[in-house]
C-alpha cells in the first residue's frame, strides 16, 4: 500500500519535542515571553493573522517586530507597533514555512486581553499561532497543511487542546484570522489525520486485504522482506471470520486502514496451513513449565502495520486494544514469527514482551512459537 498521493504533500508529520520545540522547525528567540503561572496548562490553540506593513508578505517585519527590532522609520505603519511587546510561539508564512518564537512551555505575548470560556488572560493556558495574512484575502494552501500538522503535533502532547480564533477571544477588539480563514478546511485537516483503532467491521475488510498483499511475503523483494513481512495470507472469508469471531482490532487514519490484528479461537478452522502447524506445535509447547494445550488459549495474529506508519508503536496500542478485548475469557495467546523475520521477531519479543515457547518448520521454512499471558500477573 503506497497511500493515496493527495495526502501529506509536505511529507511527515512534526514532531513537539521535550523542550518544547518543533523538531526541524527555524527557531528565532524571542525575549517577549515568560513562565506561565503555575498550574497553567496548555488547554488552547489560538490562531491569529498578520502581515506587515499590513497587507504585505514576505518581508522580515514579523521576525523584527516579535524580536523588538522593528525600525519605526522604515514604514509609517511601524511607527505605531514598534513599542509592542508582542510574540507568539509561531509563524506560518505564505509558502507554508514555519518559524518558533517561543518554547510551547512558555507563555508568549499574543493575544492581549481577552476571555474563553469564562477564563481570562489566554496567554496563560494558550499556544499562539501566526498565519502569514490579512482580512482581506484567501490564506494558500501550504499554510492549512502545515497547521493542521502543527496543531496535530501540539495535540499530541498537550490533549485534549480546544481552538479559537483572536476575534473569539477578543471580539469587538480583534479580527484576525479574519473573514478568509476557513474554519471548516482546517478542522476537517486536522481530523482528516487522527487515528482511531477500534473492533474491525465489513467495511474495514477491503482495507485490510490491501494492506496484507502489500505486506505478504509472496510479493515482496527480498530486500523488501529485511523490514518484515506477513508469513500467511488470509482470505476474506478467514478475515470476515476473525472478525466475528474473538475479533480484528483496525486502526484508521483518515479513513484508510493503516494497521491490524487479527485474534482468534485455536478450533476456529479452517486455517492457513502454517497456522495448522504451530497450532500442532502448541500441543506439546511448554512455557515457563506451564504446558500451553492445559491453558485457555487463542491464537493472535497476522498483525500488520503500514510501512508510513511503523516505528511509531502502533503494534502495541492494537495489542494493548485486544488484551483490553480478550482479558477475562483467555489465559494465553500465542503467535507465530518466521525465523527469517528478525524484525517482526523484535517487534514482538522486544517491543511487546513475548517469549519464545517452542521453534518448528512448516513447508521448509523455521518459525518461532510465541507466547505471552493475556494479563501480564498471569505466569
Ligand atoms: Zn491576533
Given at each position: 500500500m503506497t497511500g493515496d498521493p493527495k495526502r501529506r504533500s509536505t511529507g511527515s508529520p512534526l514532531l513537539l519535542n521535550e523542550d518544547g520545540l518543533i523538531e526541524g522547525a527555524r527557531y528565532i528567540a524571542s525575549p517577549n515571553c515568560d513562565e506561565r503561572p503555575a498550574g497553567c496548562a496548555v488547554e488552547l490553540i489560538v490562531?491569529?493573522?498578520?502581515?506587515?506593513?499590513?497587507?504585505?508578505?514576505?518581508?522580515?517585519?514579523?521576525?523584527?517586530?516579535?524580536?523588538?527590532?522593528?525600525d519605526p522609520a522604515a514604514h509609517p505603519y511601524y511607527a505605531t507597533v514598534?513599542?509592542?511587546?508582542?510574540?507568539?510561539?509561531?509563524?506560518?508564512?505564505?509558502?507554508?514555512?514555519?518559524i518558533q518564537f517561543v518554547p510551547t512551555?512558555?507563555?508568549?505575548?499574543?493575544?492581549?486581553?481577552?476571555?474563553?470560556?469564562?477564563?481570562?488572560?489566554?496567554?496563560?493556558?494558550?499556544?499562539?499561532?501566526?498565519?502569514?495574512?490579512t482580512d482581506h484575502a484567501p490564506f494558500e494552501d501550504a499554510q492549512y497543511v502545515v497547521l493542521a500538522d502543527l496543531t496535530r503535533a501540539i495535540e499530541a502532547r498537550y490533549p485534549p487542546t480546544d481552538i479559537a480564533g483572536h476575534s473569539d477571544i477578543a471580539p469587538g477588539r480583534k479580527t484576525d484570522p479574519g473573514p478568509y480563514f476557513d474554519w471548516e478546511r482546517y478542522r476537517a485537516l486536522v481530523k482528516a489525520s487522527v487515528m482511531e483503532i477500534s473492533r474491525a467491521g465489513p467495511g474495514d475488510y477491503a482495507g485490510i486485504l490491501a494492506l496484507q498483499s502489500a505486506n505478504y511475503i509472496g510479493n515482496l523483494t527480498a530486500k523488501e522482506r529485511e523490514s518484515g513481512f506477513l508469513s500467511a495470507e488470509l482470505t476474506r472469508a478467514q478475515l470476515a471470520a476473525m472478525a466475528e469471531d474473538l475479533g480484528v482490532v483496525v486502526a484508521r487514519e483518515g479513513g484508510r486502514v493503516v494497521g491490524y490484528l487479527c485474534a482468534h479461537r485455536a478450533d476456529l478452522g479452517p486455517l492457513p496451513p502454517v497456522v495448522e502447524a504451530m497450532l500442532r506445535c502448541a500441543r506439546t509447547a511448554v512455557h515457563r513449565g506451564r504446558?500451553?494445550?492445559?491453558?485457555?488459549?487463542?491464537?493472535?495474529?497476522?498483525?500488520?502495520?503500514?510501512?508510513?506508519?511503523?516505528?511509531?508503536?502502533?503494534?502495541?496500542?492494537?495489542?494493548?486494544?485486544?488484551?483490553?478485548?480478550v482479558a477475562g475469557r483467555y489465559e494465553y495467546g500465542i503467535t507465530l514469527v518466521a525465523g527469517a523475520n528478525p524484525y517482526s521477531l523484535r517487534v514482538h519479543v522486544d517491543g511487546l514482551g513475548m517469549e519464545a515457547a517452542a521453534q518448528f518448520e512448516h513447508a521448509g521454512?523455521?518459525?518461532?512459537?510465541?507466547?505471552?499471558?493475556v494479563s501480564p500477573g498471569t505466569s
Open positions: 490562531v491569529h493573522a498578520i502581515s506587515l506593513p499590513p497587507g504585505e508578505f514576505g518581508g522580515d517585519g514579523i521576525i523584527d517586530l516579535f524580536t523588538n527590532r522593528l514598534s513599542d509592542l511587546k508582542v510574540s507568539a510561539h509561531f509563524l506560518i508564512r505564505r509558502d507554508g514555512n514555519l512551555g512558555r507563555r508568549a505575548w499574543h493575544a492581549g486581553e481577552s476571555t474563553w470560556r469564562g477564563r481570562i488572560r489566554c496567554n496563560d493556558f494558550s499556544i499562539g499561532i501566526e498565519l502569514e495574512g504446558p500451553l494445550a492445559a491453558t485457555r488459549l487463542f491464537v493472535y495474529g497476522p498483525v500488520c502495520v503500514a510501512r508510513s506508519h511503523r516505528g511509531r508503536g502502533l503494534a502495541r496500542k492494537l495489542f494493548d486494544a485486544l488484551r483490553a478485548a521454512r523455521a518459525y518461532h512459537l510465541l507466547a505471552f499471558p
